[in-house]
């Protein structure tokens, strides 16, 4: 059976389209998976509210999903309304897990009560990051506190804070 050229026109844009979605749909699957745990209670104490002025944070919540190991707590200001400085480190911050201060290091340990990483984008649109050792993970319901600036008195005494 002959085709005529409008039938073979038809196939050829069909086997395309199908082409096509084919290349999109397996595309999404390796998309990488990010998952964003819910938090509950979560509140924000700073030292002081005056603007252009260093202050302390103390930031608190209740996880209610377990962070695995190897897990990140990401803490990203309001975009322009807060600056974390050049020289903020882990030595600035202190993280509690249901009131006991873990150890932080610049980057995340190996092993059971290994030193959790912490890494600092600096800026009006900066963060603070925190990475999990590979082995400890954050039990659904800890209460988490971070402190920020010179309220970080865990291992060194913090003293650099963020801008308001």
Do not use: C
């Not at 002959?2 to 096509?20: E, L």
């Not at 509140?43 to 930031?59: E, L, V």
């Not at 020289?87 to 030193?115: E, F, I, P, R, W």
Request: hydrophobic share 35%; glycine share 6%.
């Amino acid at each position: 059976m002959k085709r005529s050229s409008s039938q073979k026109r038809y196939v050829r844009n069909t086997t395309k389209a199908i082409s096509w979605l084919l290349v999109i749909i397996f595309s999404t699957l390796y998309v990488p998976y990010v998952e964003a745990a819910v938090v509950t209670s979560i509140s924000d104490t700073i030292s002081t509210s005056a603007p252009s002025t260093s202050a302390n944070h103390t930031i608190q919540f209740t996880t209610a999903t377990e962070i695995p190991a190897s897990g990140k707590i990401i803490i990203t200001p309001q975009t322009a309304k807060f600056t974390i400085p050049a020289g903020l480190n882990y030595t600035d911050v202190d993280l509690k897990d249901d009131s006991t201060d873990l150890t932080l290091d610049s980057s995340a340990g190996t092993g059971a009560d290994s030193a959790l990483g912490v890494s600092v984008t600096t800026g009006t649109s900066g963060s603070i990051t925190f990475t999990l050792n590979d082995t400890d993970a954050v039990a659904s319901s800890s209460v988490i506190a971070i402190e920020i600036g010179a309220n970080a008195e865990a291992g060194e005494t913090g003293d650099v804070q963020i801008t308001n």
